[in-house]
């Protein structure tokens, strides 16, 4: 009967990791390289951007700390009553659209304003400043844990303690599994050895017999 080798634990432990730090590392990437090369707008995915709650500006619907999603969209498409993402002062600000009016210039100004806030934003927000509009997807306090990551104690808390213990881990693991293989080759030498002198011990037998 043919015994089937079962996958280690701590096999199966580095193989989900690697499955589930890949994206994540691969998506960072991509944010980073994209903060970068256009600094004046949220960096996205697919055309979705997460953003990061840094008032309460909107409760009880979105918090501090939230991690939201901004879909990017044609400003044509917004209405009164929809909740969009839009710079200022180098800053996004996410908040709920309560009036459209026409600029001077015959352009669209969309008067906004945060649901806890009592008067309307001092300035109408342009085309141009906005990033997307925000569907309902927020995870709560992630936000907060991204930013605990950006500082230096999250860094190496999150990114090379982590990092450490996984290189360490596989050093780990390839030195038992070479110490597994010279086991293995060195059981399969002395049982080829054993059956070499058996061999050699029956077929020395007959020449005895013979003379």
């Known amino acids: 009967m043919i015994k089937k080798n079962k996958l280690p634990l701590s096999a199966m432990t580095g193989t989900i990791l690697c499955i589930l730090l890949v994206p994540i590392i691969l998506m ?38 939230d991690l939201i999603f901004i879909h990017e969209t044609e400003p044509s498409a917004l209405r009164e009553g929809d909740v969009i993402c839009y710079l200022t002062s180098g800053k996004a600000v996410t908040h709920r659209i309560m009036d459209i009016t026409a600029g001077e210039d015959g352009l669209p100004r969309y008067v906004t304003q945060g649901d806890a806030n009592n008067t309307a934003d001092r300035l109408a927000v342009t085309d141009g400043q906005i990033e997307g509009i925000w569907r309902g997807g927020r995870i709560g306090g992630l936000g907060n844990v991204i930013l605990f990551i950006q500082t230096p104690v999250g860094m190496i808390l999150f990114i090379f303690c982590p990092l450490l213990l996984f290189i360490l ?19 399969l030498e002395a049982e080829l050895e054993e059956l070499r002198s058996g061999q050699a011990a029956a077929q020395k037998g007959p020449e005895q017999q013979k003379e």
Not at 170 to 184: E, G, N, Y
């Open 28 to 65: 960072n990437i991509i944010l980073i390289t994209r903060t970068y090369l256009n600094p004046d707008e949220l960096p996205g995915i697919f055309g979705v951007k997460p953003a990061i709650v840094l008032s309460g500006s909107m409760e009880p619907e979105i918090h501090t700390g």
């Open 169 to 187: 881990w596989d050093i780990r693991q390839r030195r038992r599994l070479d110490k597994a293989d010279a086991a293995r080759t060195a059981r």
